[in-house]
């Protein structure tokens, strides 16, 4: 109830701001871009479109998720690891990802450049997140799982996987956003064929402003669709994990 009343709220906001500008080439409104996005909708080239967009970012957003666990594995075992690969990660957070996104174009195909940005920003999210979580874990119940003899394997599962897991989630659904901001960004600078990025760009320059308001609004859906997904499936491997360690208790 309270969304369907926040939804309206900001929908009439939208609304008037569009009668106070008074002109759809400046403002669309919620009509012209509803329309215009029913339109798109019904046309194949808007669902490959989408696809195109939705695989590129989410395979950059997997290989930086993965990455980002590996390299937090690592350096959490070694304090010299730690120290080689924090500047390196401070760096990719710190520089502007336009930056990126040019030199991207100078090395790769425009093609790959959208998975290579939201892979060079969840890496660094990934990273921190789990290196401070693996860093807090309790000293307490990894003498006891060491006293017990649970063994590596065990102690990571019964122990630092419960412990990391709140920093996990966290990381994952702080990085859906930066992936589809920075991958989205890179689309509409390097212009690959038929990406969401390349129809913003395009509509910018046309300016077809409820086509550029249609495609923000697909943009907007498919990151919530996307973390909520992630929500859901991490969900569902905490419930198990935290099933199996009562029966083990």
């Known amino acids: ?57 989410t395979e950059g957003y997997l290989l930086g998720v993965l990455c980002g666990v590996l390299l937090a594995a690592l350096t959490a075992s070694s304090k010299w690891l730690y120290a080689v690969f924090k500047p390196m990660l401070t760096v990719i957070r710190t520089t502007p990802v336009v930056s990126f996104i040019i030199l991207a174009l100078v090395w790769l195909q425009k093609e790959h450049v959208p998975v290579c ?15 401070t979580g693996i860093a807090e874990t309790d000293a307490g119940l990894l003498e006891m799982a060491r006293v017990y003899g649970l063994g590596r394997g065990k ?39 038929g990406a969401i990025g390349t129809q913003l760009y395009n509509a910018k320059v046309y300016l077809e402003t409820a086509d550029l308001f249609a495609w923000t609004l697909v943009v907007i859906l498919l990151s919530m669709a996307f973390e909520r997904l992630i929500v859901y499936l991490v969900g569902r491997i905490s419930a198990r994990a935290a099933k199996e360690g009562a029966v083990c208790r």
Not at 171 to 193: N, Q
């Open 1 to 57: 109830m309270r969304a369907a009343v926040s939804l309206c709220v900001w929908l009439a906001v939208w609304e008037a701001v569009s009668l106070l500008v008074g002109q759809e080439v400046l403002f669309a409104s919620p009509a012209a871009t509803f329309g215009r996005l029913w339109q798109l909708a019904r046309t194949g080239a808007f669902w490959l479109t989408a696809l195109r967009s939705l695989l590129g970012i």
């Open 155 to 193: 102690t990571l599962r019964y122990v630092y996987f419960p412990s990391v897991l709140p920093a996990f989630l966290t990381a994952l659904t702080t990085a859906i956003g930066f992936a589809w901001k920075a991958g989205i960004a890179a689309e509409v600078i390097s212009t690959p064929r």
């Open 117 to 131: 940005i939201s892979f060079l920003m969840v890496l660094p999210i990934v990273w921190a997140n789990l290196a």
